[in-house]
């Protein structure tokens, strides 16, 4: 604020002008100490007050809104980028007021300017710090490096140490229905990796040579952590059995393992009234068929469930998701189940439609299917109940 009122504004604000309004995406500060200087009722605090009346009297400044310098543009991508190179672009020379590496990633997230699959990786280190805020101040500080975070997750995700099951492709962020399980163990991995990295345990620093960062030095780190929960069951029978489980056999539990959907008493005590075969069958496959080993199999198979339901309520050519959307008032659910129902589903729908459709596209896990199934539970049994009050039709 002083250099504003004894100088000038300094970088011009960066602004994007959409139909209705200019937005300044860049020096939202400034433009705020120059509304203090204006006019005492924009300052938030009474010393701040009393500090911009101090300034204008010294330097007879007058505010004038009419005369302010700004870059302005109805190309918001430009504007963004504009934004980036000012701050956070200094191995290409072009930064002049550099942000944190933190800061810049975190730009690149909420703007959706990163053109990588890495959105996980930064999604991922804002739930961690929102679950571990004593982690911030050495995230704001230089000593955090990002390619170094950036190194341990991806060979993280590699070696399938943290799950991707807890990630939305389609809205790039942590879903809402992600199990809890994998989230509280991705959560806690990236922590202490973060932690590591303050304790100095990986650096970018060459010199020291037992600590840099490498792919050997990296794995050498990663070695101490588990897989995570969604591929132990795995692990262990690999270590117990001494080689890896043949893929040509199904596994077949009774729906009490970790890599299969668990069988819900409330909703066999409805297919049972249905007397649906193709319903029953489908929930029983699906009770029974590893997540981890078939989840092509599996994702086709939930979409079947969830298709064939519909049409057991009377949906006459919907797709599912838009149908139990429209449904969830009438079934009884409170607007937060439905909600989570509601983003269950989508999943669903958008990995069942993939595997059938796409000649490459195919899930690596459908391990999120047994969180699915528990958040769906209340719409399966409400719609079951609704089913068996229709006429009688084969189905």
Not at 215 to 241: C, G, H, I
Not at 278 to 305: D, E
Not at 318 to 328: A, L
């Amino acid at each position: 604020m002083k250099s504003i009122a004894e100088d000038d504004l300094g970088e011009l604000l960066l602004v994007y002008r959409n139909k209705k309004e200019n937005i300044v995406l860049d020096g939202n500060r400034r433009l705020a100490a120059i509304k203090v200087l204006d006019s005492d009722k924009c300052a938030p605090v009474e010393n701040l007050k009393t500090f911009a009346q101090a300034l204008r009297t010294a330097n007879k400044t007058k505010m004038d809104f009419s005369n302010i310098q700004a870059q302005v543009s109805d190309d918001k991508k430009l504007v963004l980028n504009t934004v980036y190179e000012r701050h956070a672009a200094a191995k290409s020379g072009k930064a002049r007021i550099n942000w944190s590496a933190y800061a810049a990633a975190r730009f690149r997230y909420d703007q959706k300017s990163d053109d990588t699959d890495e959105w996980h990786i930064t999604a991922l280190l804002l739930k961690a710090e929102e679950k571990r805020p004593s982690i911030t101040d050495f995230l704001d500080s230089g000593d955090y490096s990002h390619e170094v975070f950036r190194r341990l997750m991806k060979a993280a995700f590699n070696k399938k140490i943290i799950s991707t099951n807890i990630f939305s492709e389609k809205d790039q962020r942590i879903k809402n229905t992600a199990q809890k399980k994998l989230l509280d163990d991705a959560v806690s991995k990236a922590y202490k990796f973060l932690l590591a990295m303050k304790d100095k345990k990986l650096s970018l620093s060459r010199k020291d040579k037992k600590n840099y960062a490498d792919k050997n030095r990296v794995t050498e780190f990663l070695s101490d952590y588990k897989l995570s929960p969604d591929n132990q069951r795995l692990d262990d029978a690999k270590s117990s059995s001494g080689h890896g489980v043949s893929e040509g056999k199904t596994q077949t539990t009774s729906g009490k393992g970790g890599n299969v959907i668990d069988e819900s008493s409330a909703i066999l005590q409805k297919l049972n009234k249905l007397k649906s075969k193709k319903l029953s069958g489908l929930y029983n496959s699906l009770c029974t068929i590893s997540l981890i080993q078939h989840p092509a199999l599996m994702y086709v198979g939930a979409w079947c469930f969830f298709e064939v339901l519909s049409k057991c309520m009377g949906n006459a050519g919907k797709e599912f998701t838009g149908y139990f959307g429209s449904q969830t008032i009438q079934l009884g659910l409170d607007k937060a189940t439905g909600k989570d129902c509601g983003n269950a589903l989508k999943d669903i729908q958008k990995y069942g439609n993939a595997t059938k459709h796409s000649q490459k596209a195919t899930p690596m896990t459908a391990i999120q299917l047994k969180n699915d199934f528990e958040v769906l539970e209340p719409l399966i049994v409400a719609a079951l109940d609704k089913s068996i009050a229709q006429p009688k039709k084969s189905t």
